[in-house]
């Protein structure tokens, strides 16, 4: 019976066909979902800022929690499964803007950022997006299904869409 | 900078000032809310939690919970956020009350106007409790400005405050308030100091920094 793994904030994880992966609630955050297809591997990142060189942090850094290293490392971990990396495919969503006053600036549009951090990422590692559900302000669950490629949005009152 | 800490440094001394802010605040909260819905209106201790981001959602009832999120700009003395955060049905518990029952949505149903202008004024004034706690615990001037509103997933309304956190640490400072009318309410409570704030909050509690 098909299961569905749970993704985490600042979080990064692998599913196996006929599996599903999921991560729930992605606000400003970006949902990043890789396979080959053809390949039963399928990968789901949850990331939260855009730069991990931009913080200064006393401890190791936070894969999971950036873009940069979140994406480096969801790619990592595709190809230790056997993955081609050249042949591997992206769908993202999240990176909304939740609330429309944000007086902080290192706040200001973090949604914009993290989905052109994941962006550029991907583009450097030439791995397309091939499709993407992306900015406006409400919030976004999301599961993808590496066998089929699907990646099923939910938003509240709206109807679910796959993408 | 002498003010800049990181959250790790801050975390032991701030966690006991923010269950004395919790306290005070919802004191407050509650004392204001009871007045606003003519109701007398308990509470139960505020429970100050330090959590993984990972957790928190379960904390406030699961990530996909639709919760009414009010965030608030903070000026003065210090700088940044707050961000109240309350369960659906709960706060239209608190806006049917506020209108007496007129003209009021259906459970399930989103907000009308009225309801959404009910409810920042709700959020107004829970989170102008906490702001005055903290201004009376520290003798800082500390005023809110721009309220905002939406109604989404706790996941989602989360990652501003978590986003905020992230930017210093790997964990949120979460204030959880229970609120007891004819019904029970879970109110949520962040405070969301920007980085060079921390360090004037201490400060000014007498807590010295490194």
Not at chain 2, 64 to 70: A, D, H, N, T
Request: proline share 4%.
């Amino acid at each position: 019976m098909a299961e569905i793994v749970k993704v985490g904030m600042a979080d990064l994880n692998l599913c196996q066909a006929p599996d599903g992966i999921t991560t729930l609630g992605l606000g400003s955050c970006v949902g990043v979902a890789l396979r080959e297809p053809g390949k039963p591997w399928g990968g789901l990142a949850h990331v939260m800022l855009p730069d991990s060189t931009a913080i200064n942090s006393n401890g190791p850094v936070n894969i999971p929690k950036f873009a940069d290293t979140g994406v480096d490392e969801l790619i990592k971990r595709m190809v230790g499964k056997g993955c081609n990396k050249a042949k591997l495919v992206a769908k993202i969503a999240g990176g909304a803007q939740m609330f429309a006053h944000t007086t902080n600036d290192k706040m200001m549009r973090v949604g914009d950022r993290n989905v052109e951090a994941v962006k550029k990422k991907l583009a450097q590692h030439h791995i397309p997006i091939l499709a993407e559900d992306t900015g406006l302000n409400y919030g976004r669950t999301v599961i993808f299904y590496p066998e089929t490629g699907d990646f099923v949005i939910r938003s509240v009152g709206k109807p679910d869409k796959t993408i | 900078m002498a003010d800049t800490m990181s959250l790790n440094d801050v975390n032991s001394m701030y966690f006991d000032v923010l269950k004395e802010i919790g306290n005070i605040g919802a004191g407050n909260a509650t004392t204001a809310l009871a007045q606003m819905l003519g109701t007398k209106v308990d509470m139960s201790v505020p429970q100050v939690s330090l959590l993984e981001f990972k957790d928190v959602g379960e904390i406030v009832g699961g990530e996909e919970l639709i919760m009414v999120g009010i965030l608030l700009g903070v000026e003065g003395d210090i700088t940044g956020s707050i961000m109240f955060m309350i369960e659906k049905e709960g706060a239209r518990h608190l806006t049917n009350k506020l209108m007496m029952g007129m003209g009021a949505s259906q459970p399930g149903e989103d907000f009308n106007e009225m309801e959404l202008s009910a409810l920042r004024e709700v959020g107004n004034i829970i989170t102008g409790a906490y702001l005055n706690a903290l201004s009376g615990l520290t003798n800082l001037c500390i005023y809110p400005s721009t309220p905002d509103l939406t109604v989404d997933m706790a996941g989602a309304i989360l990652s501003v405050p978590a986003i905020q956190f992230g930017i210093q640490g790997d964990q949120i400072l979460l204030i959880k308030n229970n609120f007891f009318d004819e019904v029970e309410l879970d109110g949520f409570f962040i405070l969301l100091p920007d980085v060079e704030s921390y360090g004037t909050i201490l400060k000014a509690l007498g807590i010295s920094s490194l």
